[in-house]
């Protein structure tokens, strides 16, 4: 742990003196000269189903009073709400969308259709429909280019943050865009490229230049996709926050926002499960070690944990500081950004599963998947498929637990007298040899191991009726206790093992509700059993052998970690099955709520 904690701490020294100040959080779009002759511009506002809120946004921007020419375009994108009967009674110029051409996600050809009905303007500004402006913001957005002489300026909207869950989570989503995009790379010469698309100023001669909107046809990202093909081109580009661009789409629900993330986050990825892997590696190094290892470190004594841990998550915390300044929020916030961390991690792992499931980049009932055609109406096959076997956030969290469950057993064996506490067959089997054999303490260890696992069991079959989460919260209960008990005396008793036991015993009573096939996360002989069985008979690989031997795989893994563990870094052996339910219940109370949210 401690080696991991110096790695974290290195990413973020190097995160705070050397990845373009992403931390640098204020609004700082230069006022400009005025031009000779003010260019002619025309907004352009893609617009679906966007009838309730035009009415907040939509004057905001015909108000402006910019003193050139200026008119903007909505594009009514197959709305059924009447967005553009409201749009045309405020006075904007109302552009139908034709028949979207195989391969264009929907805003982009929305776009495409705006930038045709535009004409030929000096500027074109791409916003969205939920975006307000502040009087006078066109007019500063053109000063600022022709002063720089920049192709694109973009501002990233100031979101909504009135409700619990908007002030924990907005701040967070500007935040980890700007660690992904510098602001201050992206005005540079590097590669370094994005925008965001509430708000794109951009020259319609340089976009003719980057090839048109159709070379970003398919992006479901399609802001970040737009600044790229813009600087590829040889554009100059500006990306700052803003106060005067401000988004009135409310977050009243935390669905709300899971959702926002979800629906492109695995795009950002490419679609590839070892970006997706590597991602959530890093995210844990960087976001999930510090604060780990730090506090472990303290209890535990070990001074390198403790002092590398503990620093990471101050310099973490404090490139989070100026974000929650911009959003008027308290600074205590900051060192609770491990787990809003954690929460985004867990919505990407969510973004990759809608798109296994077939509701990649589901909007406004269309999904977009890679390669293919965007539908409306498709088919959600999660809930019409067979059941929990057919979520893989649901084999993901078991096979999490399985690694944890394959940990303790390591643990109890090495380190509390050779007995199981998840595997009650081999348990069993070491009982009747220890008694056999007249070894009364071992019997014993092994006994309460057993009486544990029953207790558990007995327990966790109750709390199931209730809730999957209550279950995990008594395991991550029991085994903070036994961590308690591990560090607080040298003595390795039959108390810890029955605690041990008991825990495996509640996790073995989830596994056997939710009833996925092959997986019980406590023991294997039964998968195994049935994988060999398919092996034998040379039956095809399916759904069932890639699961079991995942399990297999997961639960020697588990094991072997916990090995070197405590070989390693002994005093923080227990932490790892702690941190695998730990996260399993994260993901277990946040996809719950996003659910009953819908």
Request: charged fraction near 20%.
């Amino acid at each position: 742990m401690g080696i991991a904690a110096v790695a974290a701490l290195v990413a973020w020294v190097y995160l705070v003196v050397g990845h373009g100040r992403f931390w640098w959080a204020r609004a700082s779009l230069p006022e400009g000269r005025e031009p000779d002759e003010w260019p002619d511009v025309v907004a352009v506002v893609p617009a679906r189903d966007e009838a309730g809120i035009l009415p907040e946004t939509l004057p905001t921007l015909l108000g402006q009073e910019y003193p050139g020419r200026f008119r903007v375009v909505l594009v009514d994108d197959g709305s059924g709400d009447g967005t553009a009967q409201v749009a045309a009674g405020f006075g904007a110029d109302v552009v139908r969308a034709g028949a979207r051409p195989e391969g264009w996600a929907g805003k982009v050809w929305a776009m495409a259709e705006g930038v045709r009905a535009a004409g030929e303007p000096d500027f074109l500004l791409f916003t969205d429909a939920d975006i307000a402006y502040a009087p006078g913001t066109v007019g500063r957005l053109v000063r600022a280019a022709v002063e720089e002489r920049r192709d694109l300026v973009s501002q990233m909207a100031r979101l909504n943050t009135s409700t619990g869950w908007e002030r924990w989570l907005v701040p967070a989503f500007v935040y980890f865009f700007a660690q992904l995009y510098p602001f201050r790379r992206v005005a540079g010469s590097g590669r370094t490229a994005a925008a965001a698309g509430g708000c794109m100023l951009v020259r319609r001669e340089a976009l003719e230049r980057a090839g048109g909107l159709g070379g970003i046809r398919g992006a479901l990202i399609d802001d970040v996709a737009f600044g790229r093909m813009i600087k590829r081109a040889g554009g100059r580009c500006r990306l700052d926050l803003s106060r005067d661009v401000v988004s009135r789409r409310p977050y009243p629900r935390p669905a709300d926002l899971w959702d926002m993330v979800a629906r492109s986050a695995y795009d950002q990825l490419r679609y590839s499960p070892v970006l997706l892997a590597g991602t959530v590696l890093g995210l844990g190094l960087l976001y999930l070690v510090p604060p780990v290892a730090g506090v472990g470190g303290l209890i535990t004594g070990h001074r390198l944990a403790a002092s590398a841990g503990l620093a990471g998550w101050a310099l973490m915390a404090l490139t989070y500081v100026p974000m929650l300044r911009f959003y008027g929020l308290p600074v205590w916030r900051a060192l609770a950004l491990p787990l809003v961390a954690m929460a985004y991690t867990a919505m990407t792992v969510d973004s990759a599963r809608r798109y296994r499931a077939g509701r990649g980049g589901a909007w406004k009932g269309r999904t977009v998947e890679p390669g293919r055609r965007s539908r409306v109406g498709a088919p959600d096959r999660v809930a019409t498929g067979n059941g929990p076997a057919g979520d893989r956030l649901v084999l993901t969290g078991l096979l999490a637990l399985t690694a944890g469950a394959g940990a303790m057993d390591a643990l109890t064996f090495i380190a509390l007298g050779n007995v199981f506490t998840a595997n009650m067959t081999g348990n069993v089997v070491m009982f009747g040899i220890a008694a056999g054999g007249g070894l009364g303490a071992a019997a014993g260890r092994s006994a309460a191991a057993l009486g544990g696992f029953v207790a558990g069991l007995w327990t966790g079959f109750r709390l199931e009726r209730r809730s999957a989460a209550l279950v995990l919260a008594a395991e991550l209960v029991l085994l903070t206790a036994l961590c308690a008990l591990w560090w607080a005396t040298d003595v390795r008793g039959p108390g810890m093992v029955a605690l041990a036991g008991a825990a495996m015993g509640l996790q073995s009573a989830l596994a056997a509700r939710i009833s996925v096939p092959g997986v019980t996360t406590t023991y294997v002989t039964g998968t195994l059993t049935g994988l060999l069985g398919q092996l034998a008979e040379l039956a095809r690989p399916g759904m069932d052998t890639a699961r079991r031997t995942a399990v297999v795989v997961a639960l020697a893994a588990g094991a072997t970690a916990m090995s070197l563990t405590l070989r390693e870094a002994r005093p923080v052996a227990p932490l790892l099955p702690l941190a695998a339910v730990a996260v399993v219940l994260a993901i277990t109370i946040l996809r719950r709520t996003a659910l009953r949210t819908r």
